[in-house]
């Protein structure tokens, strides 16, 4: 009002003055200047004439719109070399949300909690195309970093969660329980054996009724996980111990394997035809193969378009229609699918043998005090590892323990801490062939970070370039254990 009274008061005429377009009309409602127009009078018929050319511009986009054109850049994690850009068109993502969801039952009522960046393959799946298809409702998490918190506030009906997630929250209950009464650890125990045994056999069922009505079904309530009725493991291997945690105390994980390449995801464990230690059969329109080499070969509608502006990439990937995953694996003869390890990983020591890195840190892993283990092998005498603690579970042991620190890496240091690890190598060693057993081991000063290029987006180990920022340590091992 005050800058529209200052140009009605103008001592001068104003001939060339057309229009006074006011923004915010208020005290200007009863002026009766024939100039003077509401921002809405003046914005209608552009307006108008916006909006028939967008209209315009939008039906003739979608029609030159194909479902076979690349709709997505997905990049591959980089674990074994720079990544690439796979192609992946909106026909092959909708085609693999909707089998998936076909096999796995899907509803608008589903909730579900994103937590990975969303440049993850898998995330795209389950954030993005899934919903779209069937309705469910997506809860955004704050970071990696508050998953546990956002889980209980959440309480998903759909939780995809990586080794790692699992992993850490399996942690949380162990430092939660080290940290309760006798009485509550002693109840526990004994609601956890029952569970297992109940799991494995079948059997005391009366007693896994009391289990879950004393203790496990406020454990789960506790863990954001009572809800849940689809959990799904991916993106890394996963340990079968602790597969068997999760289903004993009623969250039965269901392990499945994709790549970028494939939107994801090709195999699944399905819920009531489960199989630990594979990651499940082939969807619904998937046909899979080994090679005579043992590496896993696989077809079908959701297999990408090619690598970004590398043609050269695509032809080694792709064969006769068939994709090579690069993924060593086995197949049982009901088709369950379990996956060795990644050929470009397979470790040749001086001997000549091979060895796959992933079953030697997926074993050390099954410690609750090793967060990340990085197996050394190529061309050396022995079986070395370098080890990250589980600081929380560590740090919670070491004050138990009487024992001070200021850091992580002070922590790690600790010669009681040292000789608490080596205990946990020298009990996993046993359930190794004699040539997989890590005869050495350092454990790493700090913690391993995406940030410092050193994890993936989905907390895969980039051990190419853990061996080269830890190489001193890795020397220090074969000097020592050679000696």
Known sequence: QEQVDKVLGSPEALPALERIVVIDPEGTRDYRDPRLVTWETFLAPHLARARARAEAEVHAQLQALAAETPAVIVYTSGTTAQPKGALLS????????GT???????????????????CHVAEKIFSLFTPLTSGATVHFGESLDTVRQDLVEVSPSIFLGVPRIWEKVHAGVEVAIRNTTPEKRALYHWALRVAQRHHRTGGARLQRWLAEWLVLRALRERLGLARVRLAVSGAAPISAELLHWFHAIGV????????????????????????????????????????????????GPHIFSGYLHNEQATREAMNDGWLHTGDLGSIDADGYLSITGRKKEILINAGGKN???AKIENALKTSPYIKEAAAVADGRAFTSALIQIEGDLVGDWAMRQGITYTSFEDLSARPQVVKLIDGEVRRINESLARVEQVREFRLLPKELHQDDGEMTATQKLKR????????????????????
């Open 90 to 97: 909106a026909a092959q993502m909708l085609s693999m949300s």
């Open 100 to 118: 998936y969801f076909d096999e796995l039952g899907g509803t608008e009522d589903d909730t579900l909690l994103s937590y990975l960046p969303l």
């Open 252 to 299: 039965p994980i269901l392990e499945g394997w994709g790549m970028s390449e494939s939107c994801g995801i090709s195999h699944v464990n399905l819920p009531g035809a489960c199989r630990i230690g594979t990651v499940g059969r082939a969807l619904k329109g998937v046909d899979c193969k080994l090679a005579e080499d043992g590496e896993v070969l696989i077809k």
């Open 355 to 357: 060895l796959s890195p």
């Open 464 to 483: 190419r370039i853990v061996y080269e920022k830890f190489a001193a340590l890795i020397e220090d091992m074969y000097r020592k254990g050679a000696a």
